[in-house]
């Protein structure tokens, strides 16, 4: 697997802000308030559930940032890791406890989810390119064994929910300047009218980039509009596009490469104009109904359209094989599904008994990257295939209080993935691949949680998990030939965690978490050239690691923040890769005891962040990382870092 190495850019961010708001007043003391999260599908705080799940409130999420990508707010959460690729082509890469850590873009082995709505497809493959940052009202982080009750590619849960507003309606409208050319104009209403409410948000984003060839513009829009039907139903519309007309793609740089200039740009990618064009429109609705005092109906649907255009740094040589699928990507995605829930709750005990559905449909095309000798351009057909994707999954969950004091929660999924392609591009050198492949698990959780005092629990957790090849880690085959590499299969975890939640005094909240996943046939990466990546699975894994965070009030109006991660992330068996495309037989072995590449062992964060009053907020903030291996061989890494903002 290799990794870009790549500084975080420097961005300086000047941003001018109206808002139909009042300024607000000084403070009084604080404690810290309760909240309840829905990731869990539980009513409980987090405080009181056996499971580590994290909290980010919108405001704390923009505070004093430029509100291009949601890593720039997710660094005290510990276990996540979010990075800014400084390449707009591939989107965020997100990984929770090591799972997502191997994406070469987009988000892979975590489900992400706005507003209810999956922004993961069946596959597993996920993006949070959708997500207005000037909306969102809170994101949930859901971490360690419950998250499999997701079903496929659950190694972590992130919900995003867009605000819910209380009060008359406002307007906010931004602009952010910064360096690389970086420009983004963002507008916002909300506002609540008798049993309406409404959240609307769109923003336009440009920057030149950090690197040589990485000019980029994003535009945005969200509406989430909400109806109270009665005292015991109510309606949500979500509905959001984005679009990136153009977003270039400078490639990796080779440690050689970077040290001559971490601006660079890789020779191929200047030369096949290498850049990606997509838009994506999705909406849902989501239908709450209380059928009396214990029993909850809640509906939800989505239907979404993706296209995706890209151009990558195939050699025109690699494509004369009459197989090779070609150098440009043109993909048209159909997909929808349907989540319907039941839920009841007595005096100490609680159930929840559901089915998610989902669908996906892919149109491929695949082209040569060039026309005679002119390179970059649309040029022969070499690949036209259909694929689909589907799953039904079952699920149940269950909490039971024997005593106040214990807190009983368990819960069964079973997850079935359903792939079919059907092949177009036939000819008299090109074979018919077309081909069926079914994944199935059953995903079992159970956990425990006890008050050993009222400010004071201690839990632990078990359960398993399951992650599907995604139809991008399907769509080669590292032998160069057609068709789908229908060879990889399902990985399949164990994980267990104990941890402590303690709040010691009021205005102060601590906790700490330890873990340990197994995980057999891992999906890894055996060739990365040209922007193009193939996979294979390896024999067995093994991450475990420790997690602490601590939020204390220190007086009125300063409050300290610190989260820190050790994470070990190795392959518990040796197997054989590749350094080359084509690539019929691995031949470079990787030892068992390898680091996993993309996962540093350490990672901390802190702020500490002053309110006056009067609508102000100063703060400072640091982060640390340590180094990352870029491959599975372990002969290269990314240097640790250290970053201080104010």
């Not at 697997?1 to 802000?17: D, E, F, S, V, W």
């Not at 006890?450 to 399907?474: M, Q």
């Amino acid at each position: 697997m290799k990794t870009r190495i790549a500084p975080a850019a420097r961005r300086t961010a000047l941003a001018l802000a109206a808002a139909a708001a009042g300024a607000q007043a000084a403070p009084g003391p604080t404690v810290l308030e309760p909240v309840v999260v829905t990731a869990t599908r539980s009513d409980a705080a987090p405080f009181e559930l056996p499971a580590s799940i994290d909290r980010i409130d919108g405001d704390a999420l923009r505070a004093g940032r430029a509100q291009v990508n949601l890593s720039e707010g997710l660094g005290g959460v510990p276990g996540l890791l979010a990075r800014d690729r400084q390449n707009y082509a591939q989107d965020v890469q997100i990984s929770v406890r090591g799972f997502g850590a191997r994406a070469s873009f987009g988000i892979r082995g975590v489900r992400v989810y706005v507003d209810d709505i999956p922004a993961t497809l069946p596959d597993g493959q996920g993006q949070i390119t959708n997500v207005e940052i000037g909306t969102v009202g809170r994101v949930e982080v859901l971490r360690g064994p419950f998250s499999a009750l997701y079903g496929n590619s659950s190694g972590g849960v992130i919900s995003i929910y867009s605000e819910n507003p209380a009060g008359p309606p406002r307007v906010d409208a931004g602009v952010s300047f910064g360096s690389d050319g970086l420009k983004r104009v963002a507008a916002s209403s909300s506002g609540r009218t008798g049993d309406f409410a409404y959240t609307l948000g769109a923003s336009r984003f440009q920057t030149d980039g950090y690197r040589q060839h990485s000019q980029t513009e994003r535009r945005l829009g969200n509406a989430r509009l909400s109806w109270k039907l009665g005292s015991d139903t109510r309606l949500t519309l979500v509905a959001n596009s984005v679009e990136l007309p153009e977003a270039q793609d400078p490639l990796g740089l080779t440690r050689a490469q970077w040290q001559a200039g971490p601006r660079g740009v890789d020779p191929a990618a200047l030369s096949f104009d290498t850049r990606k064009t997509m838009k994506q429109d999705q909406g849902g609705l989501v239908l709450e109904h209380g059928i009396d005092a214990a029993n909850t109906l809640r509906v939800m649907v989505y239907r979404g359209h993706r296209t995706t255009e890209q151009f990558q740094a195939i050699p025109v040589a690699t494509q004369g094989n009459a197989l090779h699928p070609g150098g440009v990507i043109d993909l048209a995605r159909d997909y929808q599904g349907a989540d319907i829930r039941w839920r009841w709750k007595g005096e100490a005990t609680s159930l929840v008994a559901g089915i998610a559905a989902d669908e996906l449909r892919e149109h491929r095309l695949g082209y040569q990257n060039f026309v005679g000798s002119t390179l970059g351009i649309q040029g022969a057909l070499r690949r036209d295939e259909t694929n689909r994707v589907s799953n039904a999954d079952p699920y149940l969950q269950a909490e039971w209080r024997p005593t106040p004091a214990w807190l009983l929660s368990a819960g069964m999924r079973r997850s079935s993935v359903s792939f079919n392609s059907t092949d177009a591009y036939i000819t008299k050198t090109n074979p018919n691949d077309s081909g069926a492949a079914q994944y199935a698990a059953n995903l079992p959780v159970l956990g425990i949680s006890y008050a050993a005092t009222e400010r004071l629990r201690v839990y632990a957790t078990a359960g398993r998990g399951f992650e599907t090849p995604t139809l991008n880690e399907l769509a080669y085959r590292p032998s160069g030939g057609t068709g789908l590499n229908f060879g990889l299969q399902a990985s399949l975890s164990h994980s267990v965690e104990a941890g402590v939640k303690a709040r010691p005094w009021d205005g102060g909240e601590f906790t700490l978490a330890l873990f340990q996943t197994g995980t057999a046939h891992e999906i890894v990466t055996q060739t990365n050239v040209g922007g193009r990546a193939t996979y294979q699975n390896a024999g067995a894994t093994q991450r475990r690691g420790l997690e602490a965070s601590g939020q204390v009030q220190l007086g009125a109006t300063l409050q300290a923040q610190l989260a820190a991660t050790w994470l070990d992330a190795t392959y518990r068996d040796g197997f054989l890769t590749c350094t080359a495309t084509p690539c019929a037989a691995a031949n470079q072995q990787v030892a068992a005891g390898n680091r996993i590449p993309g996962i540093a062992r350490t990672a901390l964060y802190g702020t500490l962040t002053w309110q006056p009053g009067g609508g102000w907020r100063v703060g400072v903030e640091g982060r640390a990382l340590g180094k990352v291996w870029v491959n599975d061989l372990n002969n290269d890494a990314a240097p640790g870092y250290a970053t201080l903002a104010a």
